[in-house]
């Protein structure tokens, strides 16, 4: 197993899982501040390290007239602030890869979004920046499948990778998580990490929008930690039933502590000895 390092973060092995928190998109700045500087604050208290991630630019959304974001250059601008103020690493979405040189000047992780998990030149000129790659497997792969996207980008020499889960799709409109996925993807080497609110969403279920079903997160976060997971992914607004992206499957901020808490519990209850491996 390959440790991933982002600046003084370490995810892989034996190590505390890392939280991966924040908005789906940025929709202004002092929302977003202040989901910052609540995330940090939780992060600090319960000495969970902390990758903030908001996309300047939802590029995907189900319908043209979709809220996407501030746009990349107000975007980044406010992610370096966020970067500078609160001693964060950022991580946020590529789409293209005339965004790369521009994003990788802010970014700590470059993610890959699912829906492009097999898109060859992007993935080649992501890991030819030499920034992490967070690799999110499509809705549409099997957890082998996976590897070919982590070759296009490891054939750069870039093996600081992480392989995220979001739950693959199950019939129409719906999503599910096998958990044996989270096995299978370590099995390649790289850190793993578990996207717990994407996994609860329903693409496309409230027509022009995707739903989803937020009261299971909690669920699928606790039996993913108790496989050894190697970082969580969580989206996170104040009020998500107002949020202009995601909201339907997002963690109201207010519950993100005790969840947490729980969370990490099992994962220090399952990475002491063997019982706690992927492998």
């Not at 300047?56 to 406010?78: E, I, Q, W």
């Not at 409109?173 to 993807?185: E, G, K, P, T, W």
Request: net charge negative; with cysteine; charged share 20%.
């Amino acid at each position: 197993m390959s440790q991933v390092e982002v600046g003084s973060t370490s995810f892989g092995g034996s190590k505390q899982l890392v939280l991966i928190a924040g908005p789906c998109a940025i929709e202004d700045e002092d929302l977003t501040l202040r989901i910052a500087d609540g995330l940090k604050e939780i992060a600090t208290e319960l000495n969970c390290e902390l990758i903030f991630k908001a996309s300047y630019d939802k590029a995907n959304r189900t319908s043209v007239t979709s809220f996407r974001g501030l746009g990349m250059d107000r975007g980044l601008r406010l992610l370096e602030r966020i970067k500078r103020e609160f001693e964060l690493p950022i991580i946020s979405d590529i789409h293209d890869v005339s965004q790369i040189e521009a994003a990788a000047e802010v970014l700590d992780v470059l993610q890959i979004p699912a829906f492009l998990s097999r898109q060859t030149d992007l993935l080649v000129a992501a890991g030819n920046s030499g920034k992490a790659i967070n690799l999110k497997k499509g809705q549409f792969l099997a957890p082998w499948d996976i590897e070919h996207g982590v070759n296009k980008i490891a054939s750069t020499g870039n093996k600081n990778i992480l392989l995220t889960e979001r739950g693959v799709t199950f019939g129409y409109n719906n999503l599910v998580v096998d958990m044996r996925s989270l096995v299978i993807m370590r099995e390649l080497g790289y850190p793993v990490v578990f996207d717990a609110t994407h996994s609860v969403q329903l693409p496309g279920g409230a027509g022009g929008s995707s739903s989803g079903q937020r009261q299971y997160v909690g669920a699928l976060s606790r039996a993913a930690a108790a496989t050894g997971i190697d970082g969580l992914f969580w989206e996170v607004h104040e009020n998500p039933d107002k949020a202009l992206c995601d909201g339907a499957n997002s963690l109201p901020l207010s519950q993100v502590k005790a969840l947490l808490q729980q969370i990490l519990d099992f994962d220090a209850t399952f990475k002491q000895g063997d019982a706690g491996s992927l492998s």
